[in-house]
Nanobody
Framework: VQLQASGGGLVQAGGSLRLSCQTSRRTISAYSVGWFRQALGKEREFVAAIDWSGGSTDYADSLKGRFTISRDVAKNTVYLRMNSLKPEDTAVYYC???????????????????WGQGTQVTVSS
């Protein structure tokens, strides 16, 4: 499984971006796709996840209401819509695939099996 994250860039505070995570093949066997982010000098943290088959979602509590994860099964693509961006959202954003079916979507990076290369999001004040 190969993942290609894109859509990052420089945006002013209050602006929006949509990130895309393109997979290399039909990830029909994948249980979920997640987005994580890592700011300079900080630990990587969970952002959001989506169940590939059913579309259920989960978010980091601090990001609920501003970020929306969605998927287009026909395009093998997962999106992360980010609104009302803040300077503290500046980070490298990664998408990842969890191939294990779990009782709930995982927010633990070590439970994800494949990772994309990351896309930089910079929010200026």
């Amino acid at each position: 499984v190969q993942l290609q994250a894109s859509g990052g860039g420089l945006v002013q505070a209050g602006g929006s971006l949509r990130l895309s995570c393109q997979t290399s093949r039909r990830t029909i066997s994948a249980y979920s796709v997640g987005w994580f982010r890592q700011a300079l000098g900080k630990e990587r943290e969970f952002v959001a996840a989506i169940d590939w088959s059913g579309g259920s979602t989960d978010y980091a509590d601090s990001l609920k209401g501003r970020f929306t994860i969605s998927r287009d099964v026909a395009k093998n693509t997962v999106y992360l819509r980010m609104n009302s961006l803040k300077p503290e959202d500046t980070a490298v954003y990664y998408c990842a695939v969890d191939l294990v079916r779990r009782e709930r979507l995982s927010a633990i990076q070590y439970e994800y099996d494949y990772w994309g290369q990351g896309t930089q999001v910079t929010v200026s004040s």
